[in-house]
């Protein structure tokens, strides 16, 4: 790992920033593909992008303050604007960026399940490259393995400052992994005669079922009710919420059903 790439005139580049910037642009020709093939507007696809952007960074930033490191930022409430720093949570991401993209498909008076199929392969193949950023960073790190097996961050890193030498699993790195997975699976999929909204449905609760089991490693989040993380709330209500959401929709427009049973909504 590596927290700074390289300097310029003094000033340290972070990877953190170089990586998640990388995550955006890669994301977005993906996406930008996608919708090429759908016929979509690219003027209006740029814009409705630009908003989701900005959306997903706020959500990132507002759900690690408020969920996942609220007494540090209580403490420190300056640090909450050094985003450079790192402190975005993927799943706060989510859902800011899920949000603002639903008002804005409303605006342009787009089909939202359509829009959120071609936005799919794109989200899981930024979070990807995202952890990598975690990593480069030491942030989302993992528990101790209590053995000779895991990652010994550096020290300087947040991880070093809260276990020091221990071997830590490398949680951030199991998740860059299975997102690629899903992100392969998307790619198969999306030549697949699926309803609309079904690609979508699919990486939601891919990639939530296996957050929440990957947050048992993690060693950087607090506990809630029946001792679970934030991360992991997040993910059943991820799951819940899409799915009622696509059951609520299709059997609002059941009537809208083609012979070859895909969706026409």
Not at 29 to 54: C, H, N, R
Not at 183 to 197: C, D
């Amino acid at each position: 790992m590596r927290e700074y790439l390289f300097t310029i005139f003094g000033f340290g580049i972070p990877s953190h920033s170089v990586l998640s910037a990388l995550a955006i642009l890669l994301g977005l020709g993906v996406t930008a593909y996608f919708a090429k093939q759908e016929g979509k507007d690219p003027e209006k696809l740029s814009e409705m992008a630009f908003a989701v952007i900005l959306g997903g960074l706020l959500g990132a930033r507002l759900w690690e303050v408020l969920f996942f490191q609220g007494g540090y930022y209580l403490s420190n409430p300056l640090e909450i604007l050094a985003v450079w720093d790192g402190g975005m949570s993927v799943q706060g991401g989510l859902i800011g960026g899920i949000l603002t993209g639903a008002w804005y498909v409303r605006k342009l008076k787009w089909s939202f399940w359509d829009t959120a199929d071609i936005f799919a392969p794109g989200l899981i193949l930024g979070q990807a490259i995202g952890r990598a950023a975690c990593f480069m960073n030491g942030d989302a790190y993992g528990a101790p393995t209590n053995s000779g097996f895991g990652i010994v961050y550096p020290p300087g890193t947040n991880a070093y400052a809260e276990y020091g030498d221990q071997p830590l699993w490398p949680a951030e790195v199991f998740e860059s992994m299975w997102c690629m997975v899903v992100f392969a699976v998307l790619i198969l999929l999306k030549f697949k005669p699926l309803p609309k909204g079904m690609i979508f449905v699919i990486y939601v609760t891919l990639y939530s079922i296996a957050r929440f089991f990957l947050e048992y490693l993690r060693g950087d989040t607090p506990e809630y009710l029946f001792n679970w993380t934030a991360g992991q709330w997040t993910s059943i209500a991820a799951i819940l919420v899409t799915l009622v959401l696509f059951a609520g929709t299709r059997l609002l427009t059941k009537k809208g059903l083609g012979s070859d049973g895909t969706s026409k909504y």
